[in-house]
């Protein structure tokens, strides 16, 4: 490694151990920095041009252009940096994401003062891409960061830079944020998965359910309707058949007792040699199930979820599936 680039990096690792992890930030003197950009060290240099000239030449209107530009200068630094100073930031808690998708973090600015704060943009520290906005007059104003993780588990969110160049350009006020929260990355799914395993028979004790249900009536996973049924199991040749009938009766299909087999999304049956593709095979068929509404489990890694159904379920599993080695 380049030892310049080594050095900047331990330099960089001390500023950010320096800064206590936070999802809320107060900037005040002690945690906002100013620094000249290069269009202020260009003015600087035009300013010392100009005093030089004025001084060679005895030029009272030089003196004039020179010591106005320098007080328009002197009022700018103050501006920039009461910008910042007194702004509050909070992160809302990030929703997980998928690898491979750009995650968005949600930051809202908080103004007390009665003026607007002008041109604050928001960054994950060293990506380059910037949110800016301008936060009302006693008010908040939310702004989202893009972040693109490298790969699954769950990852520190990375810091964040805050700055504003406002209102003449020639210096940055900037600040560094270390939120305390933690970004759920689910794997990538498999973008062209095979079909979902066969199922594996039943347990004594749901079959014995099955049997019940066909005494009450329940025959082919076809049951009465129900008031409250998503309307994508409702059967509607059957109700189409009733209609003709003369009859307004509904079916639904009954997708817990018309399985016969329990469906397990195993990692054995992903078939692929390498265990990041198995993942994500596992992960695509978890969202097949998922799209479908039957009950599915779970075996990776030595964890097992047991079959169920719903988003609470599609969670557990896609948390399993990130976090697992």
Known sequence: MNPLAATRRRIDGWFLSRRPPSDTLALTQRNVYIVPTPAGWMLAATLLVLLVASINYQLNLGYLLTFMLAGCVAVGMHVSHATLRGLSMHLMPPDPQYAGSAAVFRVVLHNARRSVRYGIGLAARGSGHWAWCDVPAQGSETVEIAFQPVRRGLHAVPPLTAETRF???AFRVWTVWRPASSLLVYPAPEPHPPALPAGEPLASDASA?????????????????????????VVWKKAARAQAAGSDELFSRDTQQAQRQELWLDAQNAALPDPEARISRLCAWVLMADRLNIDYGLRVAGQQVPPSQGEAHRR?????LATCA
């Not at 249900?213 to 994508?232: F, H, I, Q, T």
């Not at 557990?316 to 399993?320: G, I, T």
């Open 167 to 169: 209102p003449l350009g």
């Open 209 to 233: 359910s099955v049997a019940r249900a066909a005494s009450a009536g329940e025959y082919d996973g076809v049951r009465a309707y129900r008031r409250g049924d998503p309307l994508k199991l």
């Open 316 to 320: 557990r599993c896609l948390e399993v």
